[in-house]
């Protein structure tokens, strides 16, 4: 019996990664060690496919303001910066062997704060990252009923027209705005918690706990099924997008280049931020995930495939989106244009059918000049129709993916089957985004002793959803979405662009580059060639700092920070500046996580310090 | 008398007609009529008038409704239209003197649209328009149908429409499906949970029984290549020195 036991601790001493842990993400705190419990986690899918699927499908759904032409900068973006650090991690955590905080230790006990650093942003993450899958389920559960809630208006008290908020903004706004959100005019007023949106929330995270529960073996096969529905689903909605009236429009937007905002610097940061959010560069996930590797893989080929899937896959998804973009603007364009004719023709009593698109611009001279009188009167409601500023209309953030498409949706025949069918792959995609998170922040916490000998690995899960959940109900507050959009905009990105400027740095200036070159092909057999090693030791580096700078002078140059609230009286979003307490609460976002590094290396410093005068005395 | 005014208005409104099928403008036409039904021209003219007082808009949009199968308007549909404008009067405020003809219409133009006005020919002056408004939102549906439109194409401009409210359900549809789900996410973790909680103690329960059993062969085979087998049971495993990276603070580059 003992000679069995021991038989099979060696047996797991040299187990193969092909038996290894699917672990949708960091792990920083591992390292890796001889002992069974290390190793044998449970299964693993060879291709690492594991977190881009749901990352890379957010940003097209999400970050729309770049509008047509987004593809250069992304492209540029994804080829100077995302692939090089993408290999840059992997070989990191191939050569290290070791989860986040162990790499970086290893290459200089003052880096240590870079993995404490990821921890930080991932816990501010999940914090948010679920109210968005309360949301999902929230449109979800009133997809069942027909007509669907936010396709027409609701009347008003004495039931003659619709209601006023929603005249002015359209009903789909409306919906999310009133309905779903209860928005406040402004961050100042709080309001109350909604109860509905509490609910929901409490629900997703119940749904993120039940998959995490049993630890990352659950997770693994939960992240099978999160990652392959969202492509059955997508392949669909590309059939019925492409069939669209007007997707034409889209396609042709998104795929035509615009120099102005080629020459804009925001479009670059965004596509630049955007390959790091969905390549997941910085959370620490990607080393950890590499260290299970073997030291002979090949992680130059594992980078390009990797990015490359990913790009295609965010390629994809953008053809979707800007389809049934394109329906929906040709849809608003054609409505505009009717609505003009309507009152032309009843201004001046025209014969009902006579004013069609084709001659309205020429009837509208003609009425012009032979009622001047008339036509003045009626001209500041005579709106210029226009396909292109439809297109334009950019909206931002998660509005996009519940404004924009629940009114091409509402649209369409059989809508609440659509409905079903995309609130199903937004949820699928923002739990399995989840899941990568909270295991991010649940593997440092069941692999520390002092806290796992003391809770079972259940409990520790469903600590950390409670307390999340708690102050994720912050969130579904009236003015709950502007602190959303905080976080959102300011806890992630300056801390992802430092971790990764960090990174670069230390891999090619204090690690040294020659040593790293060396490492890799004794790893595995070919060298790195001049492109990677430039991109790494300079290009990115720069690219980094620029943007950095940028982000800098922007907010110098704009004196304060700013944010769209919706006005009910007017039906449309207005910008309004911080209040100090807001800034404060930024600032502490940007901070506690950057901070992590600087201040770590301080400690480290210190310590060191104080060892060596110990030693000295003795 | 009477009869003649009625023979007036006719030929009033077949003329009147004949000038809207031909134009606009078309002063000659009016100079053209009889003198002798000048009179009572006139009096119609003054009740109904675009803007005269009791006096409405009508505005309809057969070919945006109907498309291919719009229908012309001429005068049997006005006949129709005063006869529902008749029915409704007579309803809901109970006179029952009102005719069709005391629904006069007025300036029809190519739109299609029109003024109408109601006349009480028992009092001789035009039903308040307060009255004719209820009337009409009363029997609005009826009217639509009438002419197979709806609200947005068969306009009566200053009466709006009371628009029906949609129906909802007693218990809003979204609960009901939330408390499935939510029904089904508690049963899951509570089953996991148990589940877990029960592993563990079976667990716990073998590894005792092993531990038994070890007790009794405890002086067998415990060393293997020279480390103690019980250190290998540790959580972390041991680190093979040979591989850890050392204490290399900062390298050279």
Known sequence: MLIRKIKLQIKNISVTPSNQLARASANPFLVRSAGPQGLCRGHFPRKPCWSCPCRSWFWPLYHFSAGGGFLIPYIIMLVVEGMPLLYLELAVGQRMRQGSIGAWNTISPYLRGVGIASVVVSFFLSMYYNVINAWAFWYL????????????????????????????????????????????????????????????????????????????????????????????????????????????????????????????????????????????????????????????????????????????????????????????????????????????????????????????????????????????????????????????????????????????????????????????????????????????????????????????????????????????????????????????????????????????????????????????????????????????????????????????????????????AWDATQGQLVTRDYPNYALAVIGLLVASSTMCIPLVALGTFIMNRWKKGKTVSV | MSSLRTKGKEMRDIYLNEIILKGFYSDRMLVALLPALSLVTVIHAQLCQPGAKDAFKVRLSLKTALGDKAYTWNENEEYLFKAMVAFSIRTFSSREKIEISNVLLCNVTKRVSFWFVVTDPSENQTVPAGEVQGAIRMNRNRINNAFILNDQTLEFLEIPATLGPPTEPSTPIWVIIFSVVFCLVIVGIVLLIVSGIRQRRRKSKASTEMTDVEDKCETMVTIENGIPCDTLDSKEGRTNRAFAAGDEKLTPL
């Open chain 1, 141 to 564: 559960f009133h997809s069942f009923q027909d007509p669907l809630p936010w396709s027409s208006c609701p009347l008003n008290s004495n039931l003659t027209s619709y209601d006023e908020e929603c005249e002015k903004a359209s009903s789909t706004q409306y919906f999310w705005y009133r309905k779903t959100l209860n928005i406040s005019p402004s961050i100042e007023e709080n309001g109350g918690i909604q109860w509905e949106q509490a609910l929901c929330l409490i629900l997703a995270w119940l749904v993120v706990y039940l998959c995490i529960l049993r630890g990352t073996e659950s997770t693994g096969k939960v992240v099978y099924v999160t990652a392959s529905l969202p492509y059955c689903v997508l392949i669909i909605y590309l059939v019925r997008g492409l069939t669209l009236h007007g997707a034409i429009n889209g396609l042709a937007y998104m795929f035509t280049p615009k120099i102005e905002q080629l020459a804009n610097p925001q479009t670059w940061i965004n596509a630049a931020t955007q390959i790091f959010f969905s390549l997941g560069l910085g959370f620490g996930s990607l080393i950890a995930f590499a260290s299970y590797n073997e030291p002979s893989n090949n992680c130059q080929k594992h980078a390009i495939i990797v990015s490359l899937i990913n790009s295609s896959t965010s390629i994809f998804a953008s053809i979707v989106t800007f389809s049934i973009y394109g329906f929906k603007a040709t849809f608003n364009y054609e409505n505009c244009i009717n609505k003009v004719i309507l009152l032309l023709t009843n201004t001046f009593d025209l014969e009902d059918g006579f004013l069609t698109p084709g001659n309205l611009e020429e009837t509208k001279d003609y009425l012009a000049s032979a009622y001047p009188t008339e036509y003045s009167k009626i001209f500041p409601d005579i709106k210029n129709c226009s396909l292109e500023s439809e297109l334009d209309t950019a909206v931002q953030g998660t509005g996009l993916s519940f404004i924009v498409y629940t009114e091409a949706i509402k649209n369409m025949e059989v809508s609440q089957l659509w409905s079903v069918l995309y609130f199903v792959m937004l949820l699928m995609l923002g739990i399995g985004s989840m899941l990568g998170n909270t295991a991010a922040i649940l593997t440092p916490l069941t692999d520390s002793n002092t806290i796992s000998s003391r809770l079972p690995k259940e409990a520790i899960s469903g600590l950390v959803c409670l307390i999340s959940c708690a102050i994720g109900l912050v969130f579904t507050m009236e003015a709950g979405n502007y602190w959303f959009d905080i976080f959102n905009d300011y806890a992630a990105t300056l801390s992802l662009l430092l971790i990764v400027l960090v990174e670069t740095i230390a891999i090619c200036y204090v690690y040294g580059l020659k040593r790293f070159e060396n490492d890799l092909q004794v790893m595995t057999g070919c060298k790195p060639n001049w492109y990677w090693k430039i991109i790494w030791a300079f290009v990115s580096p720069l690219l980094i700092i620029g943007l950095f700078i940028f982000y800098l002078t922007d907010y110098i140059l704009k004196g304060t920070l700013q944010y769209q």
